[in-house]
């Protein structure tokens, strides 16, 4: 029912962005120019597809801090079927698979309302609350 797949076409990159564009730009009012950054290319990708749908998609990358995983974006629909539950098993699964070294710290910034999600999955948060694009956020990171 729930795919996820590293993206390896630019076909399945724009409908990532897609998504980014749906969540972030029109329902979050996140600037386009704040939404998609000088990243993009050194990212590790992933789109979600439900029953076939394209629906959720995040990114992994490297940091001077670690690893750091961001850009997680669900449509409305889909939002409570497990698709960010996947994906993020999909990410953490890819980032121990490339991750040269057990010692780097994997961290996210978590908007509030998704902490208790990243909880479950080991997240813990460290650090005060902050704004990115006008929405408060805590740093998280997977506990060792």
């Keep these: 029912m729930i795919e996820v797949k590293k993206i390896q076409t630019q076909e399945d990159l724009q409908k990532a962005f897609a998504i980014r564009k749906e969540v972030f730009v029109q329902e979050q009012n996140v600037p386009a ?3 998609y950054d000088q990243y993009e290319a050194e990212s590790k990708h992933f789109l979600a597809f439900y029953e076939g749908i394209p629906c959720g998609t995040a990114r992994w990358r490297f940091t001077e801090k670690g690893v750091k995983l961001e850009r997680f974006a669900v449509l409305i629909p889909y939002r409570a079927k ?6 993020l098993e999909k990410i953490l699964e890819d980032v121990q698979k490339n991750s ?4 780097n710290m994997i961290y ?14 080991g997240f813990e948060k460290f650090g005060e609350m902050f704004q990115e694009c006008k929405i408060w956020h805590y740093a998280m990171k997977l506990k060792k």
């Design 100 to 103: 040269q070294s057990a010692e």
């Design 82 to 87: 497990k698709v960010g539950k996947a994906i």
């Design 33 to 35: 120019s704040e939404e």
């Design 108 to 121: 996210l910034h978590a908007q509030v309302q998704v902490v208790g999600f990243y909880e479950k999955f």
